[in-house]
């Protein structure tokens, strides 16, 4: 795992984490715990991952959202707790598209994702962006495809994600939905 910087302002804390298990996981649930002298000073979960299911080996990006991200000092450490399911194709289990195209266009992040899991797949479709300035996160956000309906296996969604004034010198774009 490697865990980025807080972002006290957004209550943010990123961070990068390998499936090491022999199966592909899904429904990557996050909780954190920040200790300071030895004291719990915040708690927090997590808001998604990027992808959506994990396949042996692979990386995953996330974030923590710690609610009094304030009271949280430099000093920190992060204790971190994950739950998982196996990855399947069952109705409503997370349905990871393939980000085929990610452009910044303006003030706005558009592209579009294929999906490519050999089965039928259903929205909303959640699109999530992070931005990084080296090895910095500079915004993050979630944002939701243009297509809600089923979309067949080789079938694409479109986005466009406001960046809303924000620079995105590089960036990292998820985008997942549900089997239907």
Request: charged letters at 15%; a negative charge.
């Given at each position: 795992?490697?865990?980025?910087?807080?972002?006290?302002?957004?209550?943010?804390?990123?961070?990068?984490f390998?499936?090491?298990?022999?199966?592909?996981?899904?429904?990557?649930?996050?909780?954190?715990?920040?200790?300071?002298?030895?004291?719990?000073?915040?708690?927090?979960?997590?808001q998604?991952?990027?992808?959506?299911?994990?396949?042996?080996?692979?990386?995953?990006?996330?974030?923590?959202?710690?609610?009094?991200?304030?009271?949280?000092?430099?000093?920190?450490?992060?204790?971190?707790?994950?739950?998982?399911?196996?990855?399947?194709?069952?109705?409503?289990?997370?349905?990871?598209?393939?980000?085929?195209?990610?452009?910044?266009?303006?003030?706005?992040?558009?592209g579009?994702?294929?999906?490519?899991?050999?089965?039928?797949?259903?929205?909303p479709?959640?699109?999530?962006?992070?931005?990084?300035?080296?090895?910095?996160?500079?915004?993050?956000?979630i944002t939701?495809?243009?297509?809600?309906?089923?979309?067949?296996d080789?079938?694409?969604?479109?986005?466009?994600?406001?960046?809303?004034?924000?620079?995105?010198p590089?960036?990292?774009?998820?985008?997942?939905?549900?089997?239907?």
């Amino acid at each position: 795992m490697q865990v980025g910087p807080l972002d006290a302002v957004s209550g943010t804390l990123i961070f990068a984490f390998r499936n090491n298990t022999s199966d592909g996981i899904s429904h990557v649930d996050w909780t954190a715990t920040a200790r300071s002298g030895g004291s719990i000073v915040a708690t927090g979960s997590s808001q998604g991952t990027t992808p959506a299911q994990l396949q042996p080996g692979e990386v995953g990006l996330a974030y923590i959202f710690f609610e009094n991200a304030d009271a949280i000092p430099a000093d920190s450490e992060y204790e971190f707790e994950v739950s998982t399911s196996p990855v399947d194709t069952s109705p409503y289990n997370t349905a990871p598209l393939t980000v085929s195209e990610a452009n910044v266009s303006g003030d706005a992040i558009v592209g579009s994702a294929t999906n490519a899991t050999g089965a039928e797949t259903v929205g909303p479709y959640a699109v999530s962006v992070y931005c990084f300035e080296g090895d910095s996160l500079v915004s993050s956000l979630i944002t939701f495809a243009e297509q809600t309906e089923e979309v067949a296996d080789g079938g694409t969604v479109t986005f466009s994600a406001s960046l809303f004034g924000e620079s995105c010198p590089a960036l990292s774009v998820g985008v997942s939905g549900y089997f239907s």
